[in-house]
C-alpha cells in the first residue's frame, strides 16, 4: 500500500481547507484509518480517525469543525477542515493500520492559519 496526500497551505482563520490522502495497493488490508497533526515544538496528536465499518471519532479541539470521510471504492481519505483556527496550523499526516498491526504514514503537509 501506498499513501499519497495533496492539499494544505496557507488559509485565514475562520477558513476552510481539505486534505486528501489517496490509498493505492491492497487497501482491503486496511482496519483503520487517520489523520493526525504535529504542531511546532509539539507531540504529534490524532485528530480523528476510524476503524473499518466504524464511525469516526475526534480530538475534543476539532469536534463540529472537521469531517473524516472515506471513499471505500477509490481508496481516498479525506479531511475536511472549516472554521480554521491559528492553533490548527501544524503539518498534517494520513495514517492506515493494517489488520497485521503494522501501520504507514503519508506525507505530511503543512496547514498554516494565519491573518
Known amino acids: 500500500v501506498q499513501l499519497q496526500a495533496s492539499g494544505g497551505g496557507l488559509v485565514q482563520p475562520g477558513g476552510s481547507l481539505r486534505r486528501s490522502c489517496a490509498a493505492s495497493?491492497?487497501?482491503?488490508?486496511?482496519?483503520?484509518w487517520g489523520w493526525y497533526r504535529q504542531a511546532p515544538g509539539k507531540e504529534r496528536e490524532l485528530v480523528a480517525h476510524?476503524?473499518?465499518?466504524?464511525?469516526?471519532d475526534y480530538t475534543d479541539s476539532v469536534k463540529g469543525r472537521f469531517t473524516i470521510s472515506l471513499d471505500n471504492a477509490k481508496g481516498t481519505l479525506d479531511l475536511q477542515m472549516n472554521t480554521l483556527k491559528p492553533e490548527d496550523t501544524a503539518v498534517y499526516y494520513c495514517?492506515?493500520?493494517?489488520?497485521?498491526?503494522?501501520?504507514?504514514w503519508g506525507q505530511g503537509t503543512l496547514v498554516t492559519v494565519s491573518s
Open positions: 495514517n492506515v493500520r493494517f489488520y497485521s498491526g503494522l501501520s504507514l
Open positions: 476510524f476503524r473499518r465499518g466504524g464511525s469516526p
Open positions: 495497493g491492497s487497501i482491503f488490508s486496511i482496519n483503520a
